[in-house]
């Protein structure tokens, strides 16, 4: 009898704990589920970050190629505006500055073929280009200049005078004379030169140029124009 009345006594405890059992079972089964999700969801905030790491990278290397074609874009219209502004701030100092006008003030009697015609005399000289002893032109600057030069004949026949720049011939002047007469020719070049050139009038074939101190007939004339 007493033993029946223990067991009855323990009968609804071991119900209360049959029944205890499912629900930590179920509880343990959402918790298991909530870290399965926690974990997918981890796993794909990682994968987007990765992602959004690597659309960063890219951007700014993108960024970075951009700038430096801005940059080089910059330097080379920074170079081209710097390049224009010194060729004009050149111009406008030597627009005036380098010009020669020499004439021949007497006669010469012989000259020979390939001999260079030395306009002795200056009538004007600006920046020291002309050598009036030696005839020759030494280019001061880079540039456009223009040169002219006439020679006059005194009963030679025919004559011709060439302008030379560095030893290669231009244009040429010829006069061509009958009996005891003088004539005057000679012609004109515009040309683009580097400094440090030379220029200088030299004769074709042999002659004699007439020239005193009034009538200056046989002249050499250059000048920068650009």
Do not use: C
Request: no cysteine; hydrophobic share 40%.
């Amino acid at each position: 009898m007493l033993l029946a009345l223990i067991l009855l006594g323990y009968i609804p405890v071991l119900m209360g704990a049959a029944k205890t059992v499912p629900v930590m079972d179920d509880t343990m089964q959402i918790i298991n589920d909530l870290q399965l999700k926690m974990e997918v969801i981890q796993l794909k905030l990682e994968e987007e970050l990765k992602s959004v790491k690597q659309e960063l990278l890219e951007t700014k290397k993108e960024l970075r190629e951009k700038d430096k074609i801005l940059y080089d874009h910059a330097s080379i219209i920074q170079n081209l505006v710097s390049q224009s502004q010194q060729k004009g701030r050149g111009r406008r100092q030597v627009t005036e500055a380098y010009s020669f006008t020499a004439v021949l003030d007497h006669l010469e009697g012989t000259v020979h073929p390939g001999s260079v015609i030395k306009y002795n005399r200056l009538i004007s000289q600006e920046g020291d280009m002309y050598n009036n002893l030696t005839g020759i032109v030494t280019i001061p600057m880079t540039g456009t200049y223009i040169f002219s030069f006439t020679i006059d004949d005194w009963a030679s026949g025919q004559m011709i005078a060439r302008l030379y720049v560095d030893g290669i011939h231009t244009v040429d002047g010829l006069v061509s004379t009958a009996g005891d007469t003088s004539q005057q020719a000679g012609n004109t070049a515009i040309l683009v030169l580097n400094k440090g050139q030379s220029v200088w009038v030299q004769m074709g074939t042999g002659g004699r140029f007439y020239g005193d101190q009034n009538n200056f007939l046989t002249s050499f004339t250059g000048a920068l124009l650009l």
